[in-house]
């Protein structure tokens, strides 16, 4: 019903930028919020950064002041734009999606295949 698809991901070195993108397509009424999550080897699933549908953004502490977050409505995507990347960044990214799909009306939950990243020292 609904699809995430990802892409941005790659090798930089330390100090570097990338930009990641996240486009939803399918049977979407409303997006809820979208964001990135990121999960290195061995280590849990972590929230990275999310919008909501009102604009209000939330950072982990790890990433605020390096990355930021931004939507567009338009074309239902989320971007994360990744500044002054570091060794400990490195990870696979997750896109998510909280959508309210057309039938039925319901909110669900939606993941993207991932992404990776690497930043090397």
């Known amino acids: 019903q609904v699809q995430l698809v990802e892409s941005g991901g790659g090798l930089v070195q330390a100090g570097g930028s990338l930009r990641l993108s996240c486009a939803a397509s399918?049977?979407?009424?409303?997006?809820?919020?979208m964001g990135w999550y990121r999960q290195a080897p061995g280590k849990q699933r972590e929230l990275v950064a999310i919008?909501?549908?009102?604009?209000?953004?939330n950072y982990a502490d790890s990433v605020k002041g390096r990355f930021a977050i931004s939507g567009d409505n338009a074309k239902n995507t989320v971007y994360l734009q990744m500044n002054n990347l570091k060794p400990e960044d490195t990870a696979v990214y997750y896109c998510?999606?909280?959508?309210?799909?057309?039938?039925?009306?319901?909110?669900?939950?939606?993941w993207g295949q991932g992404t990776q990243v690497t930043v090397s020292s």
């Open positions: 998510y999606a909280d959508i309210r799909i057309i039938f039925p009306p319901l909110n669900k939950d939606y």
């Open positions: 399918g049977s979407i009424s409303r997006l809820n919020a």
């Open positions: 919008i909501l549908s009102g604009g209000i953004t």
